[in-house]
């Protein structure tokens, strides 16, 4: 079984989970009145609100306890659906008997405890598990919705200074980038031939990503990616360089990336 999203254990997802029981209990149960609860809460003395309000009291007050515990103990829990369903369980369980021993108390005993029990046992388990089923749904909804979406690593996507996505492209396109005082330039290829894209940045700012999708440092303006290296060149005048694609661009290599560069070829 797939574990538990991360928002089931966010501060906000609880409260949300404490509201939404309480208040269901205490509009769903004057409105409805099921199980014969009226004459159940009513007691011949007028005093199914007042009842009613206490059992929703009794409600809140549990699970801010089973809640909060579960919110401080989320991360070493495993995250796994057993238990929390087990941690429903116990809430609804803990709730049906509390509920049963403050009407056993106003009662005045005169009905046995565990008669109260198997009462109660529908107010709790089978009313609340209405709003535990819509708020289950609910937060696997905006789980899901908040999955980020897995990106390839394939695809190079260059940020602008709002850290926003200004250009993405293939890494297998990418010839080479270089440097033009605030700005960098990207020179790729399509099927009409070499183009190029002019992005605010700097070479110090993209270093992580062309690290990342492993293009080499050749020369402080420039990085060039080693997949279209077709000829490192060091002339007569012991001037280094290296031939990209097949247009025959030739790029200068400084000599402090000059080991880093052949090892790539």
């Known amino acids: 079984m797939k574990k538990l999203p991360e928002i089931f254990g966010t501060l906000g997802a609880n409260i949300a989970y404490v509201l939404s029981l309480s208040l269901f209990f205490f509009f769903f149960a004057p409105v409805f009145r099921p199980f014969e609860m009226a004459e159940d809460l009513d007691m011949g003395r007028g005093l199914f609100f007042f009842n009613v309000t206490i059992m929703m009291c009794i409600i809140i007050g549990t699970l801010l306890i089973t809640r909060t515990l579960f919110f401080l103990l989320f991360k070493h829990l495993g995250k796994s659906w057993w238990g929390y369903v087990g941690i429903c369980l116990f809430e609804l369980t803990a709730i049906n008997y509390l509920e049963a021993l403050y009407l056993t108390l106003m009662r005045g005993g005169e009905e046995a405890y565990f008669t109260q029990v198997a009462i109660c046992l529908q107010y709790s388990f089978l009313i609340l598990l209405i709003p535990i089923t819509i708020e289950t749904f609910v937060l696997l909804t905006i789980g899901k919705a908040d999955k980020p979406i897995p990106q390839s690593p394939s695809v190079v996507r260059f940020l602008d200074n709002k ?50 999708h492993g293009f080499c440092r050749c020369h402080r303006s420039y990085y060039v990616n080693p997949s279209h290296i077709k000829a490192l060149i060091k002339d007569r005048s012991d001037q280094i360089s290296v031939e990209i694609g097949t247009s025959g661009i030739k790029i200068p290599v400084s000599r402090v990336y000059y080991q880093e560069i052949s090892r790539q070829i």
Not at 170 to 185: C, G, P
Not at 192 to 205: H, P
Request: no cysteine; glycine share 2%; net charge positive.
């Open 163 to 212: 850290k926003q996505v200004k250009f993405a492209i293939s890494r297998d396109a990418v010839l080479y980038i270089s440097a033009e005082e605030n700005y960098i330039r990207i020179h790729y290829f399509d099927e009409s031939g070499v183009k190029d894209y002019l992005l605010r940045s700097s070479m110090t700012a993209i270093a992580p990503l062309a690290q990342k």
